[in-house]
């Protein structure tokens, strides 16, 4: 069953891998409403009007980047505490730390396993 109710935390997930989009989906779409966009513009345009509970960002994107998209997130005041977790193939210590730098609230890489996506999330969703 996919969650669609507006009681249900509504997650925005940010890759331009239409495979990764399908992933995120499956993995998170039976307890929580699964909103995908595979641009910044998008992205920023969906926080924008609907209410989101966790943002999940690909670092490696054509145009502006997940890191870029992220510090913008973080500058404007509304979204100061939105969760962004940093869902990346990049697992170097330096891209962990740029994801940091860049206000990333959590950092996993692909692949990624959909139980610890989903543990993750649910610890943001709680904490609201």
Do not use: W
Not at 34 to 58: F, G, P, R, W
Not at 66 to 89: D, Y
Not at 94 to 116: I, M, N, S
């Amino acid at each position: 069953m996919c969650a669609s109710n507006s009681q249900v935390p509504t997650i925005l997930a940010v890759d331009d891998s239409v495979v990764m989009q399908g992933l995120v989906k499956q993995a998170l779409s039976n307890e929580f409403r699964v909103l995908v966009t595979d641009n910044a513009v998008d992205a920023l345009s969906t926080i924008y009007h609907e209410q989101i509970s966790v943002l999940l960002l690909d670092v490696s994107m054509p145009g502006i980047d997940g890191l870029e998209l992220c510090r913008t997130v973080r500058s404007l005041p509304q979204f100061q505490n939105l969760p962004i977790v940093m869902l990346t193939a990049r697992d170097g210590a330096f891209d962990k730390v740029q994801g940091r730098l860049a206000g990333a609230t959590e950092y996993l890489t692909k692949p990624f396993d959909a139980e610890k996506l989903r543990e993750v999330i649910g610890k943001f969703i709680k904490l609201k």
